[in-house]
């Protein structure tokens, strides 16, 4: 394919009368156009505009989303004027891009904080692609992304990790650097990508800014932050990536339009907040354009497909959920826990979620999502005491999917979840009032990359209360490698080994990392350790 010349379609897309700006460390060709802002076409940076990496994600068979966003001042609202500034982009077959088969001019604006989507059409399906974008005489560097095989094609075998939990102040991303370094498909992110919490002066490295981030340039700044990690760039220039968010991205424990706190701050600015910072969660994902915020809505559920071998079911469970129960906290259910108009999903997303189940083809179908599916009381004995943020807050939203499970018997469902910094691994029971009743799913809870955990001993003493629960580790920080066939899956637990030196692993970016326990799934079986 002829290689398109970026200069020629500048010139077609843009008038002709031109003056010389400068403004913010930045010059370079104004020129007026049809467009709202003026475009700035021939841009010179102070500082280097591709300081957030790039990155790749949401693979169909003959497309992918690349992604970047310019910001030569990450941490200052990004550091480029008002104006729109073309982009150019190029994907090839080749790492050394010397056989680019799609490129052409994005227009990173204002608006969207001069952020990057691109969604490259024509791909071959099942291959790899390297890509990369260059502004005026600036070039990113080179990101690999991978399409998805055709659906329903037969598809021998399929790896991707999960991830979840990265508090910056808590500690390095040295998983990170671990994972770009796998032999992987695809990176999936189950939430709190970035945390809302207030700088504090003695963390390991604080947060930017003065408080919790509130207005869209805050949100902005936190983001820009986590980006610069260089473990997570490589992360994201290695493999495509599929997100979903949970509570910290907005705001701790939020619920639909209901804040933590909802004395603090009324419901107009909570969903001022909200709205700012669904806004900056799009501006710094690769997600497609029907994920674009539309006030204080943005539609991140979806469905994704790898031939006949795999589908994902990514939920969304903070958008549309009903209030919390119970005070929101660890504790004893109360009888609002058992509500049955309650929801995390929204009725919606719920029955989305049947119809996909219902009619996937694949050998292996996940329900990918943020919290703790399981039932798990943290207290041994007679007492009790349950994540009320998490499932154990909404029985009845539980039951519904139990019984579909148990009654439409799709191929092999997984649920991979994050939000408890810590690891499990667990039968997904079709009535926990009855440990021997049918197992009709299987859990794996993903451990933090970063953030803390402070209940492990409290949770291993309750263990024998929790007979479906097959594994726990709270102790470590990491991801989890999952390795599929049409005979197996099989799950990794790449977990940060400590250091002598420094203590907690996290205190230390270049902790080693090892596989800690191996599980393994057969084809309509039951887990078991490797």
Same mark, same amino acid.
């Given at each position: 394919?002829?290689?398109?010349?970026?200069?020629?379609?500048?010139?077609?897309?843009?008038?002709?009368?031109?003056?010389?700006?400068?403004?913010?460390?930045?010059?370079?060709?104004?020129?007026?156009?049809?467009?709202?802002?003026?475009?700035?076409?021939?841009?010179?940076?102070?500082?280097?505009?591709?300081?957030?990496?790039?990155?790749?994600?949401?693979?169909?068979?003959?497309?992918?989303?690349?992604?970047?966003?310019?910001?030569?001042?990450?941490?200052?609202?990004?550091?480029?004027?008002?104006?729109?500034?073309?982009?150019?982009?190029?994907?090839?077959?080749?790492?050394?891009?010397?056989?680019?088969?799609?490129?052409?001019?994005?227009?990173?604006?204002?608006?969207?904080?001069?952020?990057?989507?691109?969604?490259?059409?024509?791909?071959?399906?099942?291959?790899?692609?390297?890509?990369?974008?260059?502004?005026?005489?600036?070039?990113?560097?080179?990101?690999?992304?991978?399409?998805?095989?055709?659906?329903?094609?037969?598809?021998?075998?399929?790896?991707?990790?999960?991830?979840?939990?990265?508090?910056?102040?808590?500690? &390095?991303?040295?998983?990170?650097?671990?994972?770009?370094?796998?032999?992987?498909?695809?990176?999936? /992110?189950?939430?709190?990508?970035?945390?809302?919490?207030?700088?504090?002066?003695?963390?390991?490295?604080?947060?930017?800014?003065?408080?919790?981030?509130?207005?869209?340039?805050?949100?902005?700044?936190?983001?820009?932050? &986590?980006?610069?990690?260089?473990?997570?760039?490589?992360?994201?220039?290695?493999?495509?990536?599929?997100?979903?968010?949970?509570? /910290?991205?907005?705001?701790?424990?939020?619920?639909?339009?209901?804040?933590?706190?909802?004395?603090?701050?009324?419901?107009?600015?909570?969903?001022?907040?909200?709205?700012?910072?669904?806004?900056?969660?799009?501006?710094?994902?690769?997600?497609?354009?029907?994920?674009?915020?539309?006030?204080?809505?943005?539609?991140?559920?979806?469905?994704?497909?790898?031939?006949?071998?795999?589908?994902?079911?990514?939920?969304?469970?903070?958008?549309?959920?009903?209030?919390?129960?119970?005070?929101?906290?660890?504790?004893?259910?109360?009888?609002?826990?058992?509500?049955?108009?309650?929801?995390?999903?929204?009725?919606?997303?719920?029955?989305?979620?049947?119809?996909?189940?219902?009619?996937?083809?694949?050998?292996?179908?996940?329900?990918?999502?943020?919290?703790?599916?399981?039932?798990?009381?943290?207290?041994?004995?007679?007492?009790?005491?349950?994540?009320?943020?998490?499932?154990?807050?909404?029985?009845?939203?539980?039951?519904?999917?139990?019984?579909?499970?148990?009654?439409?018997?799709?191929?092999?469902?997984?649920?991979?979840?994050?939000?408890?910094?810590?690891?499990?691994?667990?039968?997904?029971?079709?009535?926990?009032?009855?440990?021997?009743?049918?197992?009709?799913?299987?859990?794996?809870?993903?451990?933090?990359?970063?953030?803390?955990?402070?209940?492990?001993?409290?949770?291993?003493?309750?263990?024998?209360?929790?007979?479906?629960?097959?594994?726990?580790?709270?102790?470590?920080?990491?991801?989890?490698?999952?390795?599929?066939?049409?005979?197996?899956?099989?799950?990794?637990?790449?977990?940060?080994?400590?250091?002598?030196?420094?203590?907690?692993?996290?205190?230390?970016?270049?902790?080693?990392?090892?596989?800690?326990?191996?599980?393994?799934?057969?084809?309509?079986?039951?887990?078991?350790?490797?």
């Amino acid at each position: 394919m002829q290689k398109l010349n970026f200069d020629r379609l500048l010139s077609h897309r843009l008038k002709r009368r031109q003056v010389l700006l400068g403004a913010g460390g930045l010059t370079g060709l104004l020129i007026a156009t049809q467009w709202s802002n003026k475009v700035l076409a021939q841009p010179k940076f102070s500082n280097y505009p591709f300081t957030l990496g790039v990155a790749s994600g949401e693979p169909l068979s003959d497309n992918v989303v690349l992604w970047t966003r310019l910001a030569p001042d990450p941490l200052n609202g990004g550091g480029v004027p008002p104006y729109n500034i073309p982009v150019q982009w190029q994907i090839a077959t080749d790492e050394r891009m010397r056989k680019v088969v799609r490129s052409g001019v994005q227009m990173a604006t204002p608006e969207f904080g001069h952020s990057v989507h691109v969604e490259v059409q024509g791909l071959q399906p099942d291959r790899w692609y390297w890509y990369r974008f260059r502004v005026g005489n600036e070039v990113s560097p080179i990101g690999r992304t991978r399409t998805a095989p055709e659906p329903r094609a037969s598809v021998n075998r399929f790896r991707f990790a999960f991830a979840s939990c990265q508090n910056w102040e808590q500690g &390095y991303f040295a998983a990170y650097k671990h994972m770009a370094e796998e032999d992987l498909d695809l990176v999936i /992110h189950l939430g709190d990508y970035i945390y809302e919490g207030a700088p504090r002066a003695n963390a390991l490295r604080p947060h930017e800014g003065d408080g919790e981030p509130v207005t869209l340039e805050e949100y902005r700044n936190r983001h820009a932050q &986590y980006k610069t990690d260089p473990n997570l760039q490589a992360t994201h220039a290695a493999f495509p990536w599929v997100v979903t968010w949970d509570d /910290h991205e907005v705001d701790n424990n939020w619920a639909d339009e209901i804040p933590q706190d909802p004395q603090l701050q009324s419901r107009a600015a909570f969903l001022a907040r909200r709205a700012a910072a669904f806004q900056a969660y799009y501006e710094h994902m690769p997600l497609r354009d029907f994920s674009k915020p539309r006030g204080i809505d943005l539609q991140l559920y979806r469905r994704l497909t790898f031939g006949n071998l795999v589908e994902f079911n990514v939920l969304d469970t903070r958008q549309y959920r009903s209030d919390q129960p119970c005070n929101d906290r660890i504790e004893p259910r109360c009888p609002e826990a058992f509500n049955s108009n309650a929801t995390l999903t929204g009725a919606e997303q719920e029955q989305w979620l049947f119809r996909n189940l219902d009619r996937s083809v694949a050998r292996w179908n996940v329900i990918a999502q943020q919290l703790v599916f399981t039932q798990h009381d943290w207290t041994a004995g007679l007492e009790t005491a349950f994540n009320i943020d998490a499932w154990d807050g909404y029985v009845a939203a539980r039951n519904r999917i139990l019984n579909f499970l148990a009654q439409n018997k799709a191929a092999n469902p997984v649920i991979i979840s994050g939000d408890t910094h810590s690891s499990w691994v667990s039968d997904v029971k079709a009535d926990y009032n009855n440990p021997n009743s049918a197992t009709v799913a299987t859990e794996f809870v993903g451990t933090s990359i970063s953030s803390s955990f402070g209940a492990s001993d409290r949770i291993e003493q309750a263990l024998p209360d929790n007979p479906w629960v097959k594994y726990f580790n709270g102790k470590q920080r990491g991801y989890v490698v999952c390795d599929l066939n049409y005979q197996r899956w099989r799950s990794d637990y790449r977990l940060l080994a400590p250091s002598p030196a420094t203590g907690p692993t996290v205190s230390d970016p270049n902790a080693p990392i090892v596989s800690t326990v191996s599980f393994e799934l057969p084809n309509q079986g039951v887990v078991k350790p490797v």
